[in-house]
């Protein structure tokens, strides 16, 4: 019963974690938000992006010069493409 609550206790924690880094990420992107709307462009949203990309473990390798701005533009069409007619 004791290891029980220990585990419960460690899902909270780990689910408060999440949601605190989630925060941290939506106020990140609103950073991006140049016309302060509420919401990001799909401009907005590559520059976004472009600027996670030394942060993602597999794409730190990535060539810095063209390669991250095709790589941002694609992620951002794509993110768009599956968000449908919901995103701006």
Same mark, same amino acid.
Request: proline residues 3%; aromatic residues 8%; contains cysteine.
């Given at each position: 019963?004791?290891?029980?609550?220990? @585990?419960?206790?460690?899902?909270? =924690? @780990?689910? @408060?974690?999440?949601?605190?880094?989630?925060r941290?990420?939506m +106020?990140?992107? &609103?950073?991006?938000d140049t016309? %302060?709307d &509420?919401?990001? #462009?799909?401009t907005?949203?590559?520059a !976004? +992006?472009?600027?996670?990309?030394?942060e993602?473990?597999g794409?730190? &390798? =990535?060539?810095r010069?063209?390669?991250?701005? #095709? !790589?941002?533009? =694609?992620?951002a069409?794509k993110?768009?493409?599956?968000? &449908?007619?919901k %995103?701006?």
């Open positions: 019963m004791h290891i029980q609550m220990i @585990h419960m206790h460690v899902q909270m =924690i @780990h689910m @408060h974690v999440q949601m605190i880094h989630m941290v990420q +106020i990140h992107m &609103g950073c991006f016309d %302060g &509420g919401a990001v #462009t799909d907005e949203l590559q !976004y +992006i472009a600027a996670l990309v030394p993602l473990p794409l730190q &390798g =990535i060539d010069s063209m390669a991250v701005d #095709t !790589y941002a533009q =694609i992620a069409r993110f768009l493409f599956f968000l &449908g007619k %995103g701006k």
